[in-house]
Every structure is written in structure tokens, then in C-alpha cells.
């Protein structure tokens, strides 16, 4: 059973609420996104545990960027406005320096979104960090936008992803000692993993024009196929429009690396989305604004069996990749 | 440092952002009190760890129950009605009995309140099972009722608290071989300790009646010490006036657990309020009316030398509290 199956099968049963319960709170989205909407306020919860989220030896100032940084990228995904943020932290001892620094990179990084922490609790815990950040966002009402969810892919409608993705998975694959990169290329790509940006503004800028959104966390290829699951779709992707990191250069890195990285790689936080081919020029606009590569990567198609499929190729040749979309071959 | 210190020292610092920006966002309440409020909702989070806040061998129904309890608990004091909660949870394995038990617990607990479940993150933990709930609730607004704080505690004011507290205490104490206590005696009370009744419906009963409100998560005085202190005044009670657990009674147990489980046992979940003396007989109505124990303790009195002082007696006796509000001797 895999966290998908855990939620259908335990937690995301019918509950006894009448819609007229549901419609007085005002509820207008559950389980089954980056969000749940309430009103006009978008809500997310992620916990970050020591030894499965991050190492031991993660600076705390990143560790508490991060925390945030998770989160705002749920909004990001559903084009929303950060708004606040409750921490849950259970930390095994009380070493002020420590919490000096995390607390100097989670409220940086909330300062910076306007996101203003209200609440929480502390607690010890008996060995490991463990984290818990909730962040409430809330719909841009300003503009034409709408909530972005990932149900809405329609098809022909271009697939994209943002920034160059792979490089987290690239430093944690050296720091698992599955290849090894340069010193320069670890540094840099450490900063990706630990420090990740939330596409906050992407978000909100694409929110009128993106049919469907989804932060890659666990790799492009499961994210995507989120998106199609929900929307009923499938999907045609080239992998040689992927704008690459230089580190995932062939000169750099091995062609089975490069493509592990770019189509499994999580943690890197950059947006994917569909939206229709007659946005093309006004999304390219965003990316230049925002000074962000906006990669074009292929199509949304219609599904063949009743199944969401993904075809994807490289260089010309088919990759042929599992039905959970977490692993792939080429022939 | 304790909790509160660490959250005052590092995570409520001024935050740049502007009245209007906090206005904009609907922000009414922020750290400080049970639970924060924006719009017409307020969120509070807890967070639970094995060996921590609860026993590895406790039944997962009751977990599943106890990890809800807790925060509902959070929305009873500020008087509100609970509407939906997010769930994180980390656990080593995924024992699907296990799973089937927790979740029967937790979704038994959210349909008796009509609280949804509307998202969260499960996830992998090396060791510890770690449970952080997040639970939103709405302010009563068919009624007359406000929100119930910890600062408008006012001079005269009766202070009142329900249920037989310390049961859950005993319990612990019989559990860490602190003292000994009948095999009925525990099978009662370690009942109080896992599955506690959030006050749900006392706190919006009373919510238009009383001027400050807490749960007693912490114990007796710690808790009213928190309603004295954001209040700005002292307190005077008497232990003979509270309704006695018949297992914390003279011929099952000495004064010294009695008056420790009372005063500083946690974990019992009930409210601890502060009303205007004109109130007593609705107050007394409202006891009756959910047939839970209403014992009028004590009144609001004014500070001397600025400090919250808490001056407790027990059969004519005056015990002697430390200024925290979590020990006490007696003379």
C-alpha cells in the first residue's frame, strides 16, 4: 500500500455530513489535491521527519526554509496568495542556536511571502526532529483568476514545467553515493534540495490561464501523472524540450543519471501545469518576467483503455515507463 | 527554556508585514491563546508523539480518538463549532489493522462533531509513530455568542471548571508506578486519559455567559495561571468546592495525590472558565442540561506587586504555589 492507497482506503471514506453540513462551512474542496479550499482560504499540511525527509546534518536555517518552502509550494500549485502558517515542532532538546537559526530561515522565507505564522505548538520529542507546518492561503479575488486543481486538463492542451528540474535528485543521488558529481556541481544542487523556491508568483500569474497545476515533489513523471488521473487524460512528452541544468549535460553526467533525475526526481518544487496552446505567448511572457525558464514539454492527449498513459521520448527513441509512473526504461 | 518561552524567544517575533496586508487576509487572532482566527474560522494544531504523549501499547482506536480530541478540545475553549480537520501522520510500518483501527477512532470522533476530514500527508517514519491533527472550526454565529479568549478574565468574575479532573492524572501516576490505585480504578481512568470528551458542547453553551475560557491540558493551575497572566489579575480558589472523582476520594487515595492530580494533573480536557457572578444559575443550568459536573471554584480577584497570583486553599489550609503554576506545598 503506497500513501495514495493508505488515504482511499482508511481516511478518505464517506462521511455522515450531509451536503447542507458541508455547504453552512462553507467547503468547497477536500481530499484529492495540493489544497482544500474553505470559503476563500486554501489550506495544505506537510510533515518533515528527520532521517526520511532530511539529514541530520541539514543547516538549520535551511531546514526551516524548507519547512515553509514545502508548503507554499502547495499554494503555489493552486495559484493562491500565502496568507499564515502553524508550526508543529517536536525537538529532542532545547539548543537555542539551533532554534535561533531555523526560526531565522522559516520566518526569512515567510517574510518574504508575506506569510504570517499564528500558531502552533512545541514539544520534545525523544530522539528525532519532526515538523509540521499547516499554510493557509487565500484565492486571488483581485484578478480573473481561479483556483487551479489538477482535474481540469483538457485535451491538446501544452503540458509545461518550470525551472530545471533534476538538480535536487542529482545531489541527494551523490550525497546516497548512487554516482558522484563535481564539488561545484554539489553545491550548487544541495542549494536546490535543502533551499527550495516556491513558485508562489508562477502560480498566481499562470492561475487565468492553466487548465490544471501540480508541484513536482515525487518527479515530473508521478506529479504529471496526477494530473492525468484526475482529468482523465493522457499525455505526449519530449524530453529534449526540457530546458536542462548544465549539470545534467551529457559532457557532465551519464544519459540514464541525466533521465532519472529529470522524470523521477522530486523535491525540486517547480511547477507543472497544462494549459491551452492559445496561452503559449502570455506564458512565455510569465517566464521571462519572472526570469524563469518555462519549458513547453508536449500535449495532452486523449486515453487509450480507460487508463492515463504517458508517452514519452528522448533524442528520438520511446521510454517505456511503468503504470505508476515512478520508474521507466528505453529500449 | 520552556514551550512558551522558546515560542515567545523565536517564533513571535514582530513580523513585517503591514496592518493592512493582516487586514487584508481577515487576520482576527494570532499566537497567544487556544486557537487563531481569520475570518469567521479559527485553526489550532497539536502535535502527538509515541513515548511522548502517549504509550506504544495504547489501543490505535483510542489514539485515533485521543489525536481528534485534543484539538476539538483547542476549538471548546474559544466556544466554537469544529468544521474540518487535516491529518499528518508518520508511521514505521503500515499495519493495516492498525490503520483500520486508528482511522475507525478518529472518523467515530469527527461524525459525532460533524468535523470533515479534508487533507494532510501520511508519510514513512524511521521509528515513532507521530500524529499532527490540524482542526478548523467556525465562530457561533446564529447565537449571540463571541469568541472566548484567555484575556478577559474580569475582577468578581467566578471561576468555574467542569467534569472530575485529575482522573486522568491517576491514571499516569498508577502507569509510571508513581502510586498504586484498583484494577477499577485504573480501568476507569486510563479510559480518561486516552479517550477524552472534548467539551464541545459546554464551550458554545456557555460562550455568550463566560468572559475567558481554557482547556486543561496542562493541569489546574497551569492552565487558569495562563488565563490570570493574559488577563492581568489573580485568583482565589477553594479545592473543596470541586466535584471529586469518587477514585481521587480520602478513602482511595491520600491527599497528596488528591490535591497533585487536581491541581497539576493534565490530560483531562476540561474547561476551565471565568463568568460574571449574574450567571450562575444559566451556568448551573447548563451543567445539568449536558449532565457534566459544573464546580464553581474560586473568583477573580486583582493583583498585587503586577503578578498573576493564585491563592488556593483545601480544608481551611493554604497551600503554597510556585510562580509557574505547576507545583504546590502545603504548610
Given at each position: 500500500m503506497n500513501e495514495f492507497e493508505i488515504i482511499n482506503t482508511f481516511f478518505n471514506q464517506p462521511q455522515n455530513n450531509s451536503k447542507n453540513s458541508n455547504n453552512l462551512h462553507n467547503l468547497k474542496l477536500s481530499i484529492g489535491d495540493d489544497c482544500a479550499m474553505f470559503g476563500e482560504y486554501l489550506i495544505c499540511k506537510d510533515l518533515l521527519l528527520e532521517h526520511?525527509?532530511?539529514?541530520?546534518?541539514?543547516?538549520p536555517y535551511a531546514l526551516g526554509h524548507k519547512s515553509l518552502a514545502v508548503n507554499l509550494s502547495d499554494l503555489a500549485a493552486m495559484g493562491s496568495i500565502p496568507c499564515f502558517f502553524l508550526l508543529g515542532i517536536a525537538l529532542p532538546n532545547k539548543d537555542e542556536a539551533w532554534l535561533a537559526q531555523f526560526s531565522s530561515g522559516l520566518l526569512s522565507l515567510a517574510q518574504k511571502h508575506n506569510c504570517i505564522l499564528i500558531g502552533g505548538d512545541t514539544t520534545k520529542s525523544t530522539k528525532d526532529i519532526c515538523i509540521s507546518i499547516t499554510a493557509i492561503g487565500k484565492i486571488?479575488?483581485?484578478?480573473?483568476s481561479k483556483i487551479l486543481q489538477r482535474n481540469n486538463a483538457q485535451i491538446n492542451d501544452d503540458i509545461w514545467v518550470s525551472g530545471l528540474i533534476g538538480e535536487a535528485r542529482l545531489a541527494l543521488g551523490h550525497k546516497y553515493k548512487e554516482w558522484s558529481i563535481s564539488a561545484e556541481a554539489f553545491e550548487h544542487c544541495i542549494q536546490r534540495m535543502q533551499m527550495p523556491s516556491p513558485r508562489v508568483e508562477l502560480g498566481l500569474l499562470i492561475s487565468n490561464m492553466a487548465n490544471a497545476c501540480i508541484d513536482i515533489s515525487d518527479g515530473l513523471l508521478g506529479d504529471l501523472g496526477h494530473i492525468l488521473k484526475a482529468s482523465n487524460v493522457s499525455a505526449e512528452i519530449n524530453i529534449d524540450n526540457i530546458a536542462l541544468s548544465p549539470y545534467l549535460h551529457k559532457t557532465q553526467c551519464s544519459k540514464d543519471i541525466m533521465l532519472n533525475c529529470i522524470l523521477?526526481?522530486?523535491?525540486?518544487y517547480e511547477l507543472c501545469f497544462t494549459a491551452p496552446t492559445t496561452h503559449r505567448n502570455a506564458i512565455m511572457e510569465v517566464g521571462e518576467q519572472l526570469n524563469l525558464p518555462l519549458s513547453r514539454i508536449g500535449k495532452v492527449s486523449s486515453q487509450l483503455h480507460n487508463m492515463p498513459n504517458i508517452s514519452a521520448q528522448y533524442e528520438g527513441e520511446i521510454l517505456s515507463l511503468d503504470n505508476t509512473f515512478t520508474s521507466f526504461m528505453h529500449f
Open positions: 526520511i525527509h532530511f539529514f541530520s546534518d541539514i543547516d486571488n479575488s483581485k484578478s480573473n523521477c526526481g522530486g523535491d525540486d
